[in-house]
């Protein structure tokens, strides 16, 4: 006998709010009932582009594999490029070069799994030279038939494809990669180049767009079974150098192209095509990667230069906000070279010095998350020093002024305790108010880190690299130092702490001095600094073993105080032109669920 569920189905349930927008079950399709404004409610899926941290690189004819958050970027122009970057999902980092330098090749796989595909090495040198990424070096495997450029691909390092492109001549030619070698098999119906990125596997692929040989856009669309094209709908808008992205030859996406430089992105769904949210952007000769769920723009033209411009791309009931740097806030009194501790909404910021002339100051000032408020100041004005802990157990000790003192803030008050071993300054700080690191520091260089327990400071084991103008973040038991002037210049070492030990991890993208840190060892943000050439805005997350790009900082600067986490970090002061007073606050990526009232009008 059938249930009153099998018949009527399901319940509604009725609450006096909305459900959770970032709870763990949040999905499309969620219906309630909302007795407090008397609405049918869900979540129902949206789609949305999001700007996110830009390659390390900027370049257009790139090309892109992999999936959102695990993406990879290699070759590209100007002029010919090998480098080849790795995309986490928040940021880029570089990897492996190529053999072969390349514009305009075409790519397949994933971020650890991937083949380079063809390409040109020089106007009229057309190359059907592969390459297959194994995660962090590239090594040659077997040759096109045809040498070309301008093209498609999709699939997987064991069974990819290729398709079209110039050769020179606009062809239909297709190939396919059995892990080894290509073989031709049938052509496309309409011979082209500039096509999107290949879509699907060589069971199941889609190639949208293109030009033909008098640099036509096309609009023509043609699925391939395994064995032959047949065209499909056309896409909406003719075009050609776009980019595009999808599991399956039934589930595609297709964004950006000429002329000009499009933002306009088209959905298929197997059938039809239908235009959707734009991109942020306007771009051509970018590459593509990932699935309708959740793709990636990455790269291209915008009319003017090359970018490395990247844009996440959502199909989910989700809603994305990418990391970003905001104003919060003015100092009371504009300085460099202070230090800072706590959180984004509880922040503290002590010492520095004025500029012109440099001179040493003792305020200190408590945030709370919108303004800063002066506090009791320390006992000895001083600049460049390192400081840690919270808003009412901060510490402060070295620097200029008085290399080895150290202060303790108890919320109200500074009181000094007993001094560090070796005066320093330029050092990099960890841990809290009773279990702190001063590490390095100078100059002349030195690597000796020293341990506080409360009360004393006692020399533990060196840092492999003698730096200063260094920083770090962590506790006694895990730290990181993060890059500093070696002597002479800017680097971009960075080294872990596990309790006992020091050792070196991977390098920050950009080398800097002067610079900001917040976060763990295992989860920090790099910020601002001087990168050898004068004042960077950059900023890069780490995940415990590499560096990605970030966000940029909305005002290049040196020497500011940092405070707070990877994901609600402070940055305060600092020298731009002159010595600072501006806050900004870091935000990482956030996402929540997007209810809408359903209509039945």
């Not at 303004?371 to 802990?389: F, H, I, K, P």
Request: overall charge negative; charged content about 15%.
């Amino acid at each position: 006998m059938a249930t009153y569920r099998e018949i009527k189905g399901l319940k509604v349930p009725v609450l006096d709010s909305d459900l959770p927008s970032a709870s763990a079950s949040t999905q499309e399709g969620q219906v309630w009932y909302n007795s407090s404004t008397g609405k049918l409610r869900a979540f129902i899926a949206f789609d949305t582009w999001a700007t996110s941290a830009a390659l390390n690189t900027a370049r257009e004819y790139v090309a892109t594999t992999g999936t959102q958050t695990a993406g990879l970027a290699f070759s590209g122009d100007p002029p010919n490029l090998a480098i080849t970057e790795e995309y986490n999902g928040n940021g880029w980092a570089e990897s492996g070069d190529l053999n072969t330098a390349r514009r305009e090749p075409t790519g397949a796989g994933t971020q650890t799994a991937s083949i380079c595909i063809g390409g040109l090495v020089s106007p009229n040198t057309y190359k059907a030279i592969c390459e297959e990424y194994n995660g962090s070096t590239w090594s040659e495997v077997g040759d096109l038939n045809d040498a070309r450029r301008s093209f498609a691909g999709t699939g997987t390092t064991e069974a990819a494809m290729c398709m079209g492109g110039d050769t020179p001549g606009v062809t239909g030619n297709t190939e396919t990669f059995d892990g080894s070698s290509w073989t031709e098999v049938n052509d496309l119906n309409t011979n082209r180049k500039a096509m999107a990125t290949g879509v699907g596997v060589t069971t199941a692929a889609l190639v949208s767009g293109g030009a033909d040989g008098s640099n036509s856009a096309l609009a023509v669309v043609e699925s391939y079974d395994g064995s032959s094209w047949t065209e499909v709908a056309d896409i909406n808008t003719a075009r050609n150098q776009l980019a595009g992205f999808g599991a399956n030859s039934s589930a595609a996406v297709v964004f950006g192209g000429e002329p000009g430089h499009k933002t306009v992105t088209e959905i298929y769904d197997g059938t039809s095509w239908t235009e959707t949210t734009d991109l942020s952007e306007g771009v051509r000769n970018h590459g593509g990667a990932g699935t309708l769920a959740s793709g990636l723009s990455t790269g291209g033209y915008d009319g003017s230069s090359a970018v490395g411009q990247t844009e996440e791309f959502a199909h989910t009931s989700v809603t994305y906000t990418p990391a970003a740097w905001a104003a919060g806030g003015n100092l009371g009194t504009a300085r460099y070279h202070l230090s800072g501790a706590g959180t984004q909404t509880a922040g503290l910021a002590f010492a520095g010095a004025t500029y012109p002339p440099t001179t040493n100051k003792n305020e200190s000032e408590e945030y709370d998350g919108s303004s800063w408020a002066e506090g009791d100041n320390v006992n000895v004005a001083r600049r460049y020093l390192g400081g840690t802990g919270t808003q009412t157990a901060g510490l402060a000790f070295a620097g200029i002024g008085d290399t080895d003192d150290t202060e303790e803030y108890n919320g109200t008050s500074w009181t000094e305790n007993n001094n560090l071993n070796t005066g320093r300054y330029g050092v990099a700080s960890a841990g809290t108010q009773t279990a702190a690191l001063c590490i390095a520091g100078g100059e002349p260089n030195i690597d000796s880190v020293e341990q506080y327990d409360g009360t004393n400071w006692s020399e533990i084991a060196d840092v492999n690299t003698a730096r200063h103008a260094t920083e770090g973040t962590g506790t006694t038991t895990a730290a990181i130092v993060v890059a500093g002037n070696p002597g002479p210049g800017v680097s971009a070492i960075t080294e872990s702490w596990n309790g006992s030990a020091w050792s070196e991890v991977g390098d920050l993208n950009t080398s800097r001095i002067k610079h900001g840190v917040s976060g763990i060892s295992t989860d920090a943000v790099a910020f601002g600094g001087y990168d050898g050439s004068g004042q960077t805005a950059k900023a890069e997350i780490f995940d415990g073993t590499s560096w990605y790009t970030a966000p940029t900082m909305n005002t290049a600067r040196q020497a500011l105080m940092s405070a707070g986490t990877s994901t609600l970090g402070l940055g305060a002061g600092g020298y731009v032109s002159g010595v600072s007073n501006a806050t900004e606050e870091f935000t990482g990526v956030t996402t929540a669920a997007e209810a809408v009232d359903i209509d039945f009008d």
